[in-house]
């Protein structure tokens, strides 16, 4: 028992299979401030996750304070039921493995569809295509790599081998692109795209000062894959990719003797042009022949 005008905080396990509630040793008075205690004791209810305490339905979180009032208080064990995705290779013969999801997801959360990561196949086929809720095919198509919103129960998921060629690869992949020392604009935002990958241009203006963009590379230094804006990229697997730029060097036309340029213009090193004609320089009358 508590001293008579002090109050205590107990904390109730709800219906946890194992571990053990906190123990807040802490005498308070009414007006007292309480912090809540986290889950120390390692509570844990099968098929269920801890998601708080709750007194007089409302649910506290580990960290949280209150005031307390002038009687004990009981703070109960917030469960949420969780459930499981059970990959299924869905055929009496396979080679490979389905995956497997560790993850306890509560209803409403939104679940990443697994990949072909044990290299699941069948004889007569050309390999995972997708996976679906039903072993007939029947229901709802999941893509590698897709979402789902998670229900109320367990789902397993079955899947569906393809029997055209070539298998289309339905695996989603990250795409990210580095401005890689430019001095302004942005680089395009990190996408996911399913192979084959279309190559972004240089949608955020990049700029670097003396120089001109020519494309993307895999490495910084431009030794790796290039690519140019529009290409089409078949590997399959996350792609990283760099700006690569270009010195750009300046042609100058004088016209007159004061050496000011009548008209300049920039060319990436290794450009190959044609030189201007007088005509396209200026528009001041020469009595003269233009010789080049």
């Not at 905080?9 to 986290?38: C, F, H, K, R």
């Not at 692109?177 to 990049?206: C, E, H, R, W």
């Not at 700029?207 to 290039?226: H, L, P, Q, R, S």
Request: without cysteine; glycine residues 14%.
């Amino acid at each position: 028992m508590t001293e008579p005008g002090k109050v205590a905080v107990i904390y109730d396990a709800n219906g946890a299979g194992t571990g053990e509630v906190p123990v807040d040793n802490n005498i308070y008075v009414e007006g007292s401030t309480v912090q809540v205690l986290d889950n120390t004791g390692g509570l844990a209810r099968q098929g269920y996750k801890f998601g708080g305490w709750m007194v007089d339905n409302i649910i506290f979180q580990p960290g949280d304070s209150f005031i307390i009032g002038n009687g004990d208080i009981t703070l109960s064990a917030v469960w949420i039921p969780v459930y499981r995705v059970i990959y299924d290779a869905n055929a009496n013969l396979f080679s490979g493995s389905p995956p497997s999801d560790p993850v306890e997801y509560p209803s409403g959360a939104q679940v990443t569809v697994k990949g072909n990561s044990g290299n699941l196949s069948a004889p007569g086929t050309f390999g995972l295509e997708y996976w679906t809720t039903e072993p007939d095919g029947s229901g709802q198509k999941l893509y590698l790599g897709s979402t789902f919103t998670m229900g109320d129960s367990d789902i397993t998921l079955y899947a569906k081998y393809s029997t055209n060629f070539p298998l289309i690869d339905l695996t989603s992949y990250r795409v990210t692109y580095y401005a890689n020392g430019a001095t302004s604009g942005f680089a395009p935002g990190k996408v996911i795209q399913y192979s084959p990958i279309t190559i972004s241009g240089n949608t955020g203006n990049l700029m670097k000062e003396g120089y001109v963009f020519t494309g993307w590379n895999t490495k910084a230094d431009g030794t790796g894959t290039t690519y140019k804006p529009g290409d089409i990229d078949y590997s399959l697997g996350d792609l990283v990719l760099y700006a690569q730029w270009a010195p750009v060097y300046i042609v100058s036309y004088i016209t007159g003797t004061d050496d000011v340029p009548a008209k300049s213009e920039q060319y990436p090193q290794g450009s190959k042009l044609k030189l201007m004609d007088y005509s396209e320089v200026s528009t001041v009358f020469s009595t003269g022949i233009f010789l080049g």
